[in-house]
């Protein structure tokens, strides 16, 4: 996944080179090639069986070459590591596989192993003295195509050799061994389907390693693995035991599923949900997110004042406080959390007081403030001040709004952005309103006017200006707005009267300072719910 300092074709190359023994290990999809490169080990065989046996065909070149590379695709693009793909005999003649090896290169697959059997190829362990060998010049022939086709000078193709498969002796074996490795062969797989490696072991002596060599030894598996050391065998790949090993897996969870009708009998027996989220690099893309993907909004977090009751509603808020009333069948607080989530807004929390345990929202956090009788919006912000960040989203905790409402709000700049609605229609306010006084005036023909707040408060003389709006109860904050407010909040806890303090008191105290409070106008299209004709309307507005 990320670039490896060695070409794969080089740590391929290196490994066939090596005095050591090395060993690579089947897969055949992009998750059991991770799981393979995370056991350690250096290398994956691009089984034919396996990969026929994933897609539910026939090792018999029924799937198509190019769903084969398809699926290396896959496989290559989750690993650092090198594949070495079973090529079965090149898909066709000498042209095939030139294109194969081209295919094969763009795809960053280290290598290719092609048998001297014809098109199409039968599994070696399926009637294999019955398999026609190819003819040794054209096999030749392809081996010298391939190499001629290759772009990358480390590319690596193996030639395997079927002569023993198909009953022929040792003698044969090398003399076709000798003509491979003339053609360009960069090492020699000589297969066979004893259970003893009696014939192999005859051939390496024989052999002498003018080339690596390279065995699969699924049917004489019980050779201890030294011998083949010994031997001064370059590569052993184990070829099919991924595939057998999820084949058994999947045979029992799906009869014991079967079987009993529940998941109990095998949850704890099978890889967990977030394993795969794992495998499948799910952090790797939160992590993306953070960078690419409106990161602004992703980083913004939603803190809801909702620790009063609700006194316009006390029949209705007996067990529950008022965030929690049903409005079209779902409580307002999950309206709220909606529309935050609409934006991106995932972090949302919510400070409790009266009847705290009856809020219980999915998707939203809960602190609780335990003086919330005795106490105002400032502590209750106080209570939440550990989730404070550099973009914070404070709401009060009966609002119901149209979507647009918190988007445009999120665009503004400044550190801090109050809306403030412009509409003169204080009839329809049930609660009591915050009023505002403004820089400038609504200009409903400007879109982004520059607008800060001069002062705020719950009534207004008749003889003074009237006000400029409301505040609908829902602040912005960046990251200086949240140094001014910590500041703020401790300046004001040493008033005796700070736990009765609301919001409106803290922002006072700020324009005070001389701190731009910024504006952002809007007109209608909210709501508050304060009391028992609210809700109607409220359905209304939500419908
Ligand atoms: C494969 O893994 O598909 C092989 C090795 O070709 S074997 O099945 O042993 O022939
Ligand atoms: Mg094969």
Request: some cysteine.
């Amino acid at each position: 996944m990320s670039t490896p300092a060695i070409s794969k074709t080089r740590q391929l190359r290196n490994m066939l080179q090596s005095n050591q023994l090395e060993f690579i290990m089947e897969a055949h999809n992009g998750i059991s090639a991770r799981i393979v490169e995370e056991a350690g080990f250096k290398g994956i065989w691009g089984s034919g069986l396996a990969l026929s046996a994933q897609f539910g065909v026939r090792d018999n070149n029924e799937a198509s070459w190019t769903q084969v590379v398809e699926m290396l695709e896959f496989m290559s693009d989750v690993t650092d590591i090198p594949i070495l793909l079973d090529g079965d005999t090149g898909y066709g003649n000498f042209n095939n596989m030139r294109r194969l090896v081209r295919k094969l290169e763009q795809r960053d697959i280290a290598g290719v192993c092609i048998e001297d059997k014809l098109f199409p190829k039968t599994n070696s362990f399926i009637s294999g003295e019955r398999q026609p060998l190819a003819d040794m010049d054209e096999f030749s022939g392809k081996i010298k195509a391939g190499k001629d086709s290759q772009l990358d000078d480390d590319f690596n193709i193996v030639a395997r050799i079927e002569a023993l498969i198909a009953g022929w002796d040792v003698r044969e074996a090398l003399r076709r061994a000798e003509a491979y490795h003339e053609a360009g062969a960069d090492a020699i797989l000589i297969h066979s389907k004893m259970s003893k490696p009696d014939e192999i072991l005859e051939f390496c002596q024989e052999w002498a390693n003018r080339a690596p060599v390279v065995i699969v030894p699924t049917k004489y598996y019980s050779t201890p693995t030294d011998v083949f050391r010994k031997a001064d065998i370059s590569l052993v790949i184990w070829a099919n035991h991924m595939i057998r090993t999820a084949v058994a897996a999947m045979q029992a969870t799906a009869n014991e599923v079967f079987e009993n009708q529940t998941l109990v009998v095998v949850e704890d027996k099978i890889a967990s949900v977030n394993e795969l989220f794992r495998l499948q690099g799910a952090d790797e893309l939160v992590q993306a997110e953070k960078r690419y993907f409106n990161p602004d909004r992703d980083r913004t977090k939603a803190i809801i004042l909702a620790a009063s009751r609700g006194r316009a509603l006390e029949s209705l808020t007996r067990d529950k406080p008022k965030v929690m009333l049903p409005i079209n069948g779902k409580p307002l607080l999950r309206h709220m959390a909606d529309e935050f989530k609409k934006q991106g807004i995932n972090d949302i929390t919510v400070v409790a007081g009266y009847k705290a345990d009856a809020i219980d929202v999915q998707g939203v956090k809960k602190v609780l403030n335990p003086d919330h009788e005795t106490t105002g919006e400032l502590q209750s912000l106080i209570c939440a001040q550990d989730n404070f960040t550099d973009d914070i989203l404070l709401t009060y905790g009966d609002l119901l709004f149209r979507t647009y409402i918190l988007q445009d709000l999120l665009d503004v700049p400044g550190d801090l952005v109050m809306v403030v609605d412009s509409a003169n229609s204080d009839t329809r306010f049930t609660g009591s309103p915050d009023y505002t006084w403004c820089s400038e005036e609504d200009d409903r023909s400007l879109l982004g006017a520059d607008v800060d707040l001069k002062a705020i408060a719950d009534c207004y003389d008749d003889q003074g200006p009237p006000p400029s709006g409301r505040w609908i109860g829902m602040l912005h904050i960046r990251a200086r707005g949240m140094e001014w407010i910590k500041q703020a909040l401790e300046e004001l806890q040493q008033h005796e009267d700070y736990r009765q303090i609301g919001i409106p008191h803290l922002l006072e105290h700020l324009v005070k300072q001389g701190k731009p409070v910024k504006v952002h106008y809007i007109h209608g299209h909210w709501m508050d719910v304060n009391a028992l004709e609210d809700l109607d309307r409220a359905g209304d507005f939500t419908k």
